[in-house]
């Protein structure tokens, strides 16, 4: 493999991306003006189209006030809808399957109301050892809610053992609740394997995709979860905080026997302003929404996903694999013979675009990355350093600044 600085502009010559509808970090240190920029898996990059549709809606509120509920360019009142084609697409949903609103954790709280039902000794919770703190905070949460001991309920298992445990011990599990893609070690997990075999435990499969949705192909509906929800500002690009997404499969559509929390949104659009004070709620994931859109926060959520629609999640992929690839080879050679271990899984087929490093004083080594090098990693304290080559932005120039950067670092110190 040519590993030299030539080599990766000629890589980047033949295989560009998408990087010029970006706005890149400037580099705050080093010979480069613009940022290697690896913590997409963090904070996704800012669009450059956002700008532009965001004021659009600006101007429409400045225009007509209230009006703009019907009469904005895009109307507002039925703003979710806008978004619901693109972010079924990206996770392989029915439109009337995936919904963009709150965020995150709140999306799994509403979420586990209608699929977390503990009863007799089916009460368990799993989730990853190495799960992420906001979901085992949830979790257990959920756990107290019902009336049980979250020590005892919520099963933390490693990644290897969730199908083991559901044969051994399926009948005492409520609900396995795994992320897609684990956000520590970037490992893609058999989301269809864990799927049925949760099932045929006799558990509900619910998914966080937090670091999976724009990261890799899904297939929800194919698959059969039973819910998942995600957050837009990783790899979906839509900004800080951004608005969050819910799948939840077509077969829960429309089931009274679900418990639920509802609010006006919850109810059909054809009836909601007849003020009635009983709803109806839609056979469609609709009927889990609880409040108005706020437009302001999802128009950006509306410009990501169309990029993600007119570049297609395979064609990203492939990219995707090329990068992370070529920068995994170029550590192996950078690094060899130092103080490092890759986290992440070897295998392409399970992992998305992240490589994560565990490397001594981790903290240490970001900041010198970034004051010296220009290179945006992300840090898990104590003892890891994330780099997630995105296909959107990312360059073959970045992974060769990476490597040589890190080479650099570490060199330094022993
Ligand atoms: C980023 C992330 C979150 C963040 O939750 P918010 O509700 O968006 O603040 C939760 N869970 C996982 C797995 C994440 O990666």
Redesign the pocket.
């Given at each position: 493999m040519d590993t030299t600085e030539a080599g990766a502009r000629e890589l980047d010559r033949a295989d560009p991306g998408y990087r010029d509808r970006f706005a890149i970090p400037p580099a705050e240190g080093g010979p480069y003006p613009e940022t290697a920029y690896f913590a997409g898996n963090?904070l996704g990059l800012q669009p450059l189209a956002v700008r532009q549709e965001l004021l659009e809606e600006l101007d429409d509120w400045a225009r007509l006030g209230v009006e703009g509920h019907l009469e904005a360019r895009r109307p507002w009142l039925p703003y979710h809808a806008l978004l619901a084609e693109t972010a079924a697409r990206l996770v392989g949903a029915l439109p009337s399957e995936t919904v963009v609103m709150n965020?995150?954790?709140?999306?799994?709280h509403l979420l586990m109301v209608s699929f977390y039902r503990p009863a007799g000794r089916r009460t368990r919770i799993v989730i990853e050892d190495s799960?992420?703190?906001?979901?085992s905070y949830?979790v257990r949460s959920q756990a107290r809610f019902h009336g049980l001991d979250p020590d005892t309920t919520v099963v933390r298992l490693g990644t290897g053992q969730v199908l083991d445990y559901l044969a051994r011990e399926g009948d005492t599990v409520a609900l396995v609740l795994l992320?897609g893609v684990?956000?520590l070690t970037g490992e893609l997990l058999d989301v269809p394997a864990i799927t049925a075999a949760a099932h045929a435990a006799g558990a509900v499969a619910g998914w966080?995709l937090?670091?999976a949705a724009g990261n890799v192909p899904l297939h929800l509906h194919e698959w059969g979860a039973d819910f998942a929800a995600w957050?837009s500002?990783?790899y979906l690009n839509a900004g800080p905080?951004a608005v969050?997404g819910v799948f939840v499969h077509q077969r829960h559509h429309g089931d009274p026997s679900l418990p639920r929390f509802e609010g006006w949104w919850s109810t059909e659009e054809a009836t909601r302003f007849a003020m009635e004070p009983v709803s109806r709620p839609p056979s469609t994931v609709e009927a889990w929404q609880v409040s108005n859109p706020p437009i302001l926060a999802m128009s950006p959520v509306r410009t990501s996903l169309r990029i993600f629609d007119t570049i297609g999640m395979d064609t990203l992929r492939a990219r995707s694999l090329r990068l992370t690839g070529y920068l995994e080879a170029l550590l192996d050679q950078t690094l060899a013979d130092r103080a490092v271990t890759v986290l992440t899984p070897r295998d392409p087929q399970r992992r998305g675009c992240q490589l994560s490093l565990r490397v001594d004083d981790a903290g240490q080594v970001a900041r010198r990355l970034r004051a010296d090098h220009g290179v945006c990693a992300d840090v898990r304290n104590p003892d890891v350093v994330r780099l997630a080559p995105v296909p959107l932005y990312s360059t073959y120039h970045d992974c060769w600044r990476a490597a040589t950067a890190l080479a650099t670092v570490i060199g330094d110190r022993s």
């Open positions: 963090s965020s995150l954790t709140v999306n799994l799960a992420f703190p906001s979901d949830a992320g684990n956000y966080d937090a670091h957050c500002y990783k905080g969050a």
